[in-house]
């Protein structure tokens, strides 16, 4: 007896569809979230690639006013974000040159909140893809575990002990298994894909901070117009030097 897949659905019991029912949610659901999240990485990069050139065009050109607006406007590049949190602590200590050393550290600060949000938000949904690729075979295993109960129950009320009287049952119960693992694996796979990706994406965010916040140091007593630490050191130096001299 040869039984096509519409054959095993019109057999099956309604606690086996409910099992596939479930399944084919759970499939629908990291499907929708698996797009989402592509979308979203592929925008970020995206606005990541436009956004690195012309900020670092503005810093060479010691042009923080401009790459402030710059970070502001490039809403979804995760690197825009993490820049664009530091640079707005200062932002208005940039404009009237009295930026300090604890401004620095307050923005590197900035940086590190800034950082661990965008994170958050790139890691939004991938708990649904690991609860889907890790709990769907065992779904599927129950409607497997009940199709089997119910098919001997079957033999059991008929009388008969024969194979053919519980293949068709067995083949019920076992479909429900290979739908669960077609679920599953996919989940499994993206979840893990998109997990590369965003370290990747956190690595760049942690490179490009830190250079960011090595060049507002090497710069505190440069092009922010003499900082008020820069003319608060000289100024005591100046008058501890002439103490000395005394």
Request: glycine letters at 10%; zero cysteines.
């Amino acid at each position: 007896m040869q039984l096509s897949l519409l054959d095993l659905w019109g057999q099956m019991a309604g606690f086996a569809r409910g099992i596939v029912f479930t399944l084919a949610i759970m499939s629908i659901w990291s499907l929708s979230v698996s797009i989402k999240k592509w979308w979203d990485l592929r925008q970020a990069q995206a606005e990541t690639r436009k956004f690195a050139p012309e900020f670092s065009q503005f810093l060479e050109e010691d042009n923080m006013a401009e790459a402030v607006t710059l970070a502001e406007k490039y809403k979804k590049s995760h690197v825009a974000r993490v820049l664009g949190g530091a640079l707005s602590e200062i932002k208005p200590l940039i404009q009237d040159g009295t930026v300090t050393v604890g401004d620095i550290n307050s923005a590197e600060r900035a940086v590190e909140r800034e950082m661990l949000m965008t994170i958050t938000d790139l890691k939004r949904g991938l708990g649904i893809l690991a609860t889907v690729g890790a709990t769907a075979p065992f779904v599927g295993l129950l409607g497997t575990t009940m199709g089997i109960v119910n098919a001997f129950v079957g033999m059991a009320a008929s009388g008969s002990g024969g194979l053919s009287a519980i293949s068709a049952g067995v083949a019920e119960a076992l479909i429900t298994t290979a739908f669960g693992l077609i679920v599953a694996i996919p989940a499994v796979w993206l979840y893990n894909y998109f997990q590369v990706k965003i370290d990747n994406l956190t690595a760049e965010m942690t490179y490009t901070s830190k250079e960011m916040i090595d060049y507002m140091i090497k710069n505190v007593s440069g092009e922010f117009g003499r900082s008020r630490f820069t003319r608060e050191f000289n100024t005591t130096a100046s008058s501890g030097s002439g103490q000395i001299s005394q």
